[in-house]
């Protein structure tokens, strides 16, 4: 049971490029979230997704987009990358048979964009 | 929009008891989450209050005031391993179950 995976644990991009941030759990988990995290703002929400072919935008999703196919998967894709979107993500999975619905994270990807 | 505080830095010795505290200003509220995130690591979960009281578990206590908008996370028996961020989310009612988090407490444990 590996739970929530993410790759790459780290990338450099250049300003304009764009990538695909992957996240997969094995944990048949209907909610899945991305999330952001610099220094001195906590986690910010991206995107969320409360079922297969579900999505919805959080506090921050300009510049990002992100789809649920499956409930396995859900990538966040960056259309072209700024260096304001310099960040460590975290991909994160809930259910309602965990208590209160609480997340479990994915190890997180370090981007930098220069 | 919810708007969660947190103290940024607390310092504690190796032994001792420490309180973190949260507070918070929603409408709807629909529970709130205690996380642990050591420095380079993934958040963990610690707890989960969506009645006023008090959860225990182990060395950690969590406690919640839904009148007052505020919650603890007591550490007993600090040991070094405990230092870390600690994270206070809140969810409010509206279907998506999704929490937002506060910027979260560094707590650093010396001998």
């Known amino acids: 049971n590996a739970g929530v995976t993410q790759t790459p644990k780290f990338q450099v991009l250049k300003t304009g490029q764009s990538m695909t941030l992957q996240c997969a759990q094995d944990?048949?988990?209907?909610?899945m979230s991305w999330y952001r995290q610099d220094p001195g703002m906590g986690l910010r929400l991206i995107h969320y997704?409360?079922?297969?072919?579900?999505?919805d935008q959080g506090e921050v999703p300009n510049g990002y987009n992100v789809s649920r196919s499956t409930t396995e998967d859900f990538p966040l894709r960056l259309l072209s990358a700024a260096p304001s979107q310099t960040s460590v993500y975290f991909c994160?999975?809930?259910?309602?048979?965990?208590?209160?619905?609480?997340?479990?994270f994915g190890s997180g990807t370090r981007l930098t964009v220069v | 929009g919810q708007n969660i505080d947190q103290p940024t830095e607390m310092t504690a010795t190796e032994g001792a008891i420490v309180q973190i505290n949260c507070t918070y200003q929603?409408?709807?509220?629909?529970?709130l989450f205690w996380y642990q995130q050591h420095a380079g690591e993934a958040p963990t979960f610690l707890s989960y209050?969506?009645?006023?009281g008090l959860e225990e578990k182990g060395r950690f206590s969590s406690f919640l005031s839904r009148s007052k908008g505020y919650s603890y996370l007591l550490l007993k028996e600090l040991q070094m391993k405990d230092s870390a961020s600690y994270l206070c989310?809140?969810?409010?009612?509206?279907?998506?179950?999704?929490?937002?988090f506060g910027r979260g407490t560094s707590l650093i444990v010396h001998p």
């Open positions: 929603t409408s709807g509220f629909n529970g």
């Open positions: 994160a999975s809930s259910s309602p048979s965990i208590e209160g619905y609480g997340y479990t």
């Open positions: 944990m048949n988990h209907e909610y």
């Open positions: 209050n969506v009645l006023d």
């Open positions: 997704s409360v079922g297969a072919g579900i999505t």
């Open positions: 989310a809140v969810r409010v009612r509206g279907g998506s179950y999704i929490p937002t």
